[in-house]
Nanobody
Framework: QVQLVESGGGLVQAGGSLRLFCAAS????????MGWYRQEPGKQRELVAS???????NYADSVKGRFTISRDNAKNTMYLQMNSLKPDDTAVYYC?????????WGRGTQVTVSS
């Protein structure tokens, strides 16, 4: 059974930091491309950052220079270090795993940034 479990969300003041975790099980983690997405109420889910199997990364323009995505294949875990958080970063953050036609989602973790 495939599971992606996010953690690390919470309430933080603007300018603060959070680190999100995505723990994967039931998949060969090292061969999956991984990503973080976020969704605000009433809006479409959007890509925040992605990391390939070789460690290549991609970021949304809105988070470049503030967020860092990384992965530890030995621990089957992906991370998102979020610094200089803004109220606009408030959303539910989802973990995504993708390989070939297979795609999996976690249930999300809430991040709330107060002004």
């Amino acid at each position: 059974q495939v599971q992606l479990v996010e953690s690390g969300g919470g309430l933080v003041q603007a300018g603060g930091s959070l680190r999100l975790f995505c723990a994967a099980s039931g998949i060969n983690f090292s061969i999956f491309g991984m990503g973080w997405y976020r969704q605000e109420p009433g809006k479409q889910r959007e890509l925040v950052a992605s990391i390939g199997t070789g460690g290549s990364t991609n970021y949304a323009d809105s988070v470049k220079g503030r967020f860092t995505i990384s992965r530890d294949n030995a621990k089957n875990t992906m991370y998102l270090q979020m610094n200089s958080l803004k109220p606009d970063d408030t959303a539910v953050y989802y973990c995504n795993a993708k390989w070939s036609s297979r795609k999996y989602w976690g249930r999300g973790t809430q991040v709330t940034v107060s002004s």
